[in-house]
């Protein structure tokens, strides 16, 4: 998979070589000073693509030059700039960026704040992956059982928390848990104590520190993700015959027994699927994570790709350091993502 | 007996799913009462769901743009132009190519598959660093063209692959017919497949559509201290920096910016989720 990956961009450029003298052909044909010798120039080119077998070549150039400019050259970049020290002197052009060879690494492992970010990253996957798994799942046998109007009004609601934008679902939730006129400190300090409510929530701050504010994140992650898992788990439960449930059924088994006898065995390569998109989405969590934990400053509640955002970019700017970070976030969900295709391509997606 | 427990089985369901749709409701709910509630009733000491006195001085306070000093359609149009103009670009991209890899066998074709599901997963927050050094070289920085071309580049992966699976559902004997009668492959294209891959076109779009417009890192890094290019996620979560919070107005932008795209949703929504689960699960 890995080389594919690095091999593939080496590949494409040079496939495109020939298709782009004809395609130029084409394009400067009618402007020619002459209106034939132009149709001419493009029935030639046409049939060069023709004759050669270039017309895939032709359509996706215009994808690969795109991909390849904005988000394959920016990689490369980050890998590049990891290796050198690059800040305002080098942006301004006073001094010459220099290699540096490791020098960017060694400071980032021997700094406490980015193994602090990490971990951060990591627990916070390791709690809400499951939980959006085990939701969207629920929701979805839910819905599969459901009359259909009934099921269309639940799954209709489970899209617009979907469709609700990164940046208002986590105002609205900064909202509901403000420690002033913020309804969820309200219902709290009025649960009683055996529901762990009391006096001590009234006035209580969500984002001051990390496991409150990454609480508030796990709910509202899981908000916004558990739609797509129940509506793939859902289409996936449509595929299954019903007679599997029903002769299951028959043969004595309660619905536990039967989910992991009968669904699970046969959604298990959706499940893969879906766990390894989850794991991506939530290691990387960016806009929500930036925005509850107060944007910038409060060091101590930094997943890994704020901190690789907060050094590059906060004054005075390490595009440096900040690079290296990225690049060891690139990595790590690089691997994940590996794992991702092996799964998509044992489906057959790739055909 | 059979028949009641039965009957009691389904209530006890429905009653679970309208839980769920309320639970799932609550904070959109929520958002949109505070969005009427006057400032005595959004700072009460007892908070109440519906606004006792509804007004809609937060939805003017964002609109005239009192905070910020412009007015909420100047931020509008920004984020109309720049969603727009990287939908259309992007779904013409994606249309050649998905076309490409639905309709040719050619030596890269699963390599190039691949490749896009790989670079999908690239990190953005990883990407801003080196974009906003070249941005910054070529002058794209507090520009929005810098943005559509951004949000064109990395709507493509999704918008491939979720298009290819419309383009390839399109029968080819239809195709070959049309061949026989002597159409040549632009005329193919213009009656056959486009009329047909329409629908596709239109859920796809609305993909590209939802993340050009609810984007967050580029436009926050790119659009510095510009207000006047700011797009609406920016406008949003300005209201939301500033000392003393004003949730009224921010519910209000909030409010405002969340309805276009969740109607957008609610209408395509089933050829939508169908495409989305068909391009992340299984063709």
Redesign the interface.
Known sequence: ?VR??S???G??PG?QDPASPAGRAGRRGPAGPGSRDGGGARQRAVAFVRRH?L???V??L???V??G???????V??AE?SFQNYGIPQ?TGQVPTQWVGTANFSAILSDPEFWLSLRISLVFAAVVVPLTLLAGTL?GL??N???PR??A?????????????????S??????T?P??G?VD?TLSRLPSWLGGGAQWAGFSWTNSALPAYTLLTVLVV?QGF??VA??VL??LKTIPAELHESARVDGGGAWRIFWRVTYPLLK??FL??LL?SI?WDF?V??QA??VTG?LGNRDEYNL??Y??DR??TMPPS?GI??AL??I??VI??I??VG??RA??R????? | MRLRSRTLRRAGLNALGVLVALVTLFPIFWMVSTAFKPATEIYSLTPHPLPAHPTLGNFRSVIDGKVIGLPYWNFLKNSLFVTLASVAASMLISLLAAIAVARFKFRFRTSYLIMLLIVQMLPQQAMVIALFLDFRSLGLLDNLVGLILVYTAFSLPVTIWMLRNFVAAVPREMEEAAAIDGAGPVRIFWRIMLPLVAPGLVATSVFAFIFAWNEFIFALTFLGTDYAKYTLPIYVTYFYGRGTVDWGSIMAASTLFTIPVMAFFLIVQRRMTNGLVAGAVKG
């Open positions: 998979m594919t990956a091999g593939q961009p590949r494409i496939s077998h017309t895939p070549y359509l996706l215009p994808s690969a795109a991909i400019l904005l988000l394959f050259w920016p990689t970049q980050i700039f942006l929701v839910l819905l059982r459901l009359g009934m099921a009004f639940v799954s209709s609601t489970a899209m617009l928390a979907w469709a609700t934008p990164a940046v208002s679902a105002v609205i939730f900064i909202w509901l403000d002033d006129g309804v309200w908000w739609p797509f509506v793939a289409a996936g390569p959706i699927v879906l998109l991506i990387g960016f806009t930036y925005l944007e790709g704020i690789a955002y590059a970019f595009y900040g690079s990225a690049l976030l690139t969900l690089l994940i993502t991702y295709v998509s391509v489906q057959g997606a790739v055909q």
